[in-house]
């Protein structure tokens, strides 16, 4: 070869090398990550969730009566763009054809929840409605067909109007007979194919959005937590979930007494479970955390693994955390088969006890633990933007959180009964099918409960959230969680990349991805 030649080969081979170096440098700073099918037990549980009212539509259909949501809706204001659930998915309509595009999807089991007003319109003031039966027992048939499993919400958020004129709901201890009623129409009615149980979805969010921050009906809540005409912010959440971990238990008891020995599932409850970061880097940060953990989430799990809430609770609610009898605490300890957890984003607990001035008004009192709870820090958000308000995406949350409960409750069998992704308002428009974005969060959120899994943490399943479009409660139709995105206007059903992605995935796929969060 010329010199010259060898020269201008020499520098082509030289600027080679460093351009590839450079990738591999930038792509080891971002750390590549392998998440496959494979990586997961065989036996472990992909599946989509909806809940009844944010799909099925048909509100006042075959003998339905109206429910606090039904009610809350129809009211001016309640709802962004004045939307409601009265059609919402028209699944009541449409379900065969939703089963076929679960089918699609290649997952094995499918949670949904059941319209109390479907089943007991009046609750136990009235009958069973057989077409609500029918129904569900058509969904629950078809979706075995397919070798879907169901794994069935007894209550998610929607109730019977009646209940809240005539007593309060679940302000009142009346509804345990309420609840233990409908849960045992349904294990009679159901419990025969049904192998998967949850009592009540989410009580520790419920609790808050309804009867402390009055966003949620039935709108209680007393200044400054917010704007309501009644309610006691300090204490009505916590008799609320006081209500809700009996009602759980006594469900339960049934369930494990009757039915359990002869149909053979398992029962449990769903929470909400934030991952709370340090917000300062001192030891008032640290306890920071630990108080947001205990009174957003040890609050309902503590009660039903140790008996009671946790210890720092009663250190700064004093007598009005209410107390459990000593027949109660023999009912919820031990009351769970599994929790599910209901996962998203991950926030900064500040410390309201020394850096008061970090805390606005209405978060830092006694019941929320003197925390208050940030998404950014000197500016800088801890993730990329969701379209619910203050939610981020942060991966390494998933982890953190499950090495918490494999801490708190180290034998405790873990679903991750929901996560998944909405994209912020402003890029719904270009979003809408190419919705890659989802499908990263879904590998980087999969990647992370894979390494939770592998350092202990007990679970069995994961439910991306949600299978399609639906009534995101306060912001109607203006967010988008869904695989399927739904038009509105024809009701069709069409899939959106992720759906594509989940169903590679779920069949041995093997995904690749340089994690950018
Ligand atoms: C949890 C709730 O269970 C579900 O109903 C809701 O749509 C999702 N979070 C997203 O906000």
Same mark, same amino acid.
């Given at each position: 070869?010329?010199? *010259?030649? &060898?020269?201008?080969?020499?520098?082509?081979?030289?600027?080679?090398?460093?351009?590839?170096?450079?990738?591999?440098?930038?792509?080891?700073?971002?750390?590549?990550?392998? /998440?496959?099918?494979?990586?997961?037990?065989? +036996?472990?549980?992909?599946?989509?969730?909806?809940?009844?009212?944010?799909?099925?539509?048909?509100?006042?259909?075959?003998?339905?009566?109206?429910?606090?949501?039904?009610?809350?809706?129809?009211?001016?204001?309640?709802?962004?763009?004045?939307?409601?659930?009265?059609?919402?998915?028209?699944?009541?309509?449409?379900?065969?054809?939703?089963?076929?595009?679960?089918?699609?999807?290649?997952?094995?089991?499918?949670?949904?929840?059941?319209?109390?007003?479907?089943?007991?319109?009046?609750?136990?003031?009235?009958?069973?409605?057989?077409?609500?039966?029918?129904?569900?027992?058509? /969904?629950?048939?078809?979706?075995?067909?397919?070798?879907?499993?169901?794994?069935?919400?007894?209550?998610?958020?929607?109730?019977?109007?009646? &209940?809240?004129?005539?007593?309060?709901?679940?302000?009142?201890?009346?509804?345990?007979?309420?609840?233990?009623?409908?849960?045992?129409?349904?294990?009679?009615?159901?419990?025969?194919?049904?192998?998967?149980?949850?009592? /009540?979805?989410? =009580?520790?969010?419920?609790?808050?959005?309804?009867?402390?921050?009055?966003?949620?009906?039935?709108?209680?809540?007393?200044?400054?937590?917010? +704007?309501?005409?009644?309610? +006691?912010?300090?204490?009505?959440?916590?008799?609320?979930?006081?209500?809700?971990?009996?009602?759980?238990?006594?469900?339960?008891?049934?369930?494990?007494?009757?039915?359990?020995?002869?149909?053979?599932?398992?029962?449990?409850?769903?929470?909400?479970?934030?991952?709370?970061?340090?917000?300062?880097?001192?030891?008032?940060?640290?306890?920071?955390?630990?108080?947001?953990?205990?009174?957003?989430?040890?609050?309902?799990?503590?009660?039903?693994?140790?008996?009671?809430?946790?210890?720092?609770?009663?250190?700064?609610?004093?007598?009005?955390? =209410?107390?459990?009898?000593?027949?109660?605490?023999?009912?919820?300890?031990?009351?769970?088969?599994?929790?599910? #957890?209901?996962?998203?984003?991950?926030?900064?607990?500040?410390?309201?006890?020394? @850096?008061?001035?970090?805390?606005?008004?209405?978060?830092?009192?006694?019941? *929320?633990?003197?925390?208050? $709870?940030?998404?950014? $820090?000197?500016?800088?958000?801890?993730?990329?933007?969701?379209?619910?308000?203050?939610?981020?995406?942060?991966? @390494?949350?998933?982890?953190? &959180?499950?090495?918490?409960?494999?801490?708190?409750?180290?034998?405790?069998?873990?679903?991750?009964?929901? +996560?998944?992704?909405?994209?912020?308002?402003?890029?719904?428009?270009?979003?809408?099918?190419?919705?890659?974005?989802?499908?990263?969060?879904?590998?980087?959120?999969?990647?992370? #409960?894979? *390494?939770?899994?592998?350092?202990?943490?007990?679970?069995?399943?994961?439910?991306?959230?949600?299978?399609?479009?639906?009534?995101?409660?306060?912001?109607?139709?203006?967010?988008?969680?869904?695989?399927?995105?739904?038009?509105? *206007?024809?009701?069709?059903?069409? =899939?959106?990349?992720?759906?594509?992605?989940?169903?590679?995935?779920?069949?041995?796929?093997?995904?690749?991805?340089?994690?950018?969060?």
């Amino acid at each position: 070869m010329q010199p *010259k030649a &060898l020269l201008i080969f020499f520098i082509f081979f030289s600027l080679l090398i460093s351009i590839h170096s450079k990738y591999i440098h930038e792509v080891e700073d971002k750390e590549e990550v392998v /998440i496959k099918r494979s990586m997961f037990p065989d +036996n472990f549980i992909f599946g989509v969730g909806t809940s009844a009212y944010q799909i099925e539509g048909a509100y006042l259909e075959d003998g339905k009566s109206l429910s606090n949501w039904d009610v809350f809706t129809h009211v001016p204001g309640n709802i962004e763009s004045g939307e409601n659930g009265d059609v919402a998915d028209d699944h009541y309509h449409h379900y065969m054809e939703d089963i076929q595009k679960l089918e699609y999807l290649g997952v094995n089991a499918y949670r949904f929840s059941i319209s109390w007003t479907r089943i007991l319109p009046r609750g136990r003031f009235g009958e069973t409605n057989p077409s609500g039966v029918l129904f569900y027992n058509n /969904i629950i048939d078809n979706v075995l067909l397919k070798g879907i499993q169901p794994f069935v919400t007894i209550h998610h958020n929607d109730i019977p109007q009646e &209940l809240e004129d005539r007593y309060g709901s679940w302000l009142s201890s009346e509804i345990q007979e309420d609840f233990v009623l409908f849960a045992k129409t349904c294990f009679e009615n159901f419990g025969d194919r049904v192998k998967y149980w949850v009592t /009540i979805n989410e =009580p520790n969010i419920n609790a808050i959005l309804a009867y402390m921050e009055g966003a949620f009906p039935p709108r209680r809540c007393s200044a400054p937590f917010g +704007n309501c005409s009644v309610g +006691n912010s300090n204490m009505e959440p916590l008799i609320v979930a006081h209500n809700m971990l009996i009602s759980h238990a006594k469900a339960v008891k049934v369930y494990r007494d009757q039915f359990q020995p002869k149909q053979g599932g398992s029962i449990g409850i769903v929470v909400h479970a934030f991952h709370y970061e340090r917000y300062t880097d001192d030891e008032w940060g640290f306890q920071a955390v630990e108080r947001a953990y205990a009174f957003n989430l040890a609050w309902l799990i503590d009660p039903l693994i140790y008996g009671d809430y946790p210890a720092i609770m009663r250190k700064y609610i004093g007598k009005e955390l =209410p107390n459990f009898s000593i027949e109660e605490v023999k009912l919820v300890k031990g009351s769970v088969d599994f929790v599910g #957890l209901n996962h998203y984003t991950s926030f900064y607990a500040i410390d309201c006890l020394h @850096h008061s001035t970090d805390c606005t008004p209405s978060e830092h009192r006694p019941v *929320k633990g003197f925390t208050a $709870r940030t998404g950014s $820090r000197d500016g800088i958000p801890i993730g990329d933007e969701m379209g619910m308000f203050g939610f981020h995406v942060v991966p @390494h949350g998933m982890e953190k &959180l499950l090495n918490y409960i494999n801490m708190r409750y180290p034998n405790l069998s873990i679903y991750i009964t929901e +996560n998944g992704y909405c994209p912020p308002y402003y890029q719904v428009g270009t979003q809408m099918l190419s919705d890659f974005k989802r499908i990263k969060y879904h590998e980087a959120y999969l990647a992370a #409960l894979s *390494k939770a899994m592998r350092e202990g943490a007990k679970v069995k399943g994961y439910f991306a959230w949600s299978f399609m479009d639906n009534f995101e409660w306060l912001q109607g139709y203006n967010i988008s969680f869904g695989l399927y995105f739904v038009d509105r *206007k024809t009701m069709e059903r069409i =899939p959106r990349l992720s759906a594509k992605w989940y169903s590679e995935f779920i069949a041995n796929g093997e995904i690749s991805i340089i994690s950018s969060f």
